[in-house]
């Protein structure tokens, strides 16, 4: 599974022999077959992630906060004065859209706490898949306006350069 198994005390430890922890120290190698390989290239051709380090990375991180966030034990419904506790079940895209829009929307706020806003709010109705459209063209638009006030700036310093408007 790993390369490199430590197998020494020292090696076990994390440290090289001559006391020193390095950046070789804190390598994995993963072995995957050519599928999981292509897969992994095509989320690097589309341009989510620059490279296999990068979205093996992600994905780690991703897994191991889910394992932690797992670990702790959620209160239960009758802890909570006021509250009952509705398991819901949804499709992968469905999940997506809602891990999407708590993002964008929510602000990084766990899924179930917006997706029960959502509910309470009544926004259900407006498709939150078109609220996470919304909230994506927001973002792209805000993107382009910076884009367009750094051409401004970048035209109104060449007209300072060239003398025609002085400060």
Do not use: W
């Not at 802890?79 to 964008?104: F, H, K, M, N, S």
């Amino acid at each position: 599974m790993f390369d490199k198994v430590p197998r020494s005390a020292v090696e076990r430890s994390g440290a090289a022999p001559d006391g020193r922890i390095g950046p070789e120290d804190e390598r994995i190698a993963l072995r995957c077959n050519r599928k999981e390989l292509a897969l992994v290239d095509s989320f690097v051709a589309n341009g989510e992630f620059r490279s296999r380090s990068e979205l093996m990375r992600a994905a780690l991180h991703e897994f191991l906060r889910t394992r932690a966030l797992s670990a702790v034990p959620t209160p239960a419904a009758a802890q909570l004065p006021g509250l009952v506790e509705i398991p819901v079940r949804l499709r992968p895209e469905e999940a997506e859209a809602y891990a999407t829009y708590a993002e964008l929307v929510g602000n990084g706020r766990p899924r179930a706490d917006v997706l029960a806003e959502v509910l309470r709010r009544g926004e259900l109705e407006l498709k939150v898949s078109e609220l996470v459209a919304r909230s994506r063209a927001s973002v792209h638009e805000a993107t382009a306006q910076r884009a367009r006030l750094r051409g401004l700036e970048e035209s109104g310093r060449d007209l300072e350069r060239q003398g025609v408007v002085g400060r």
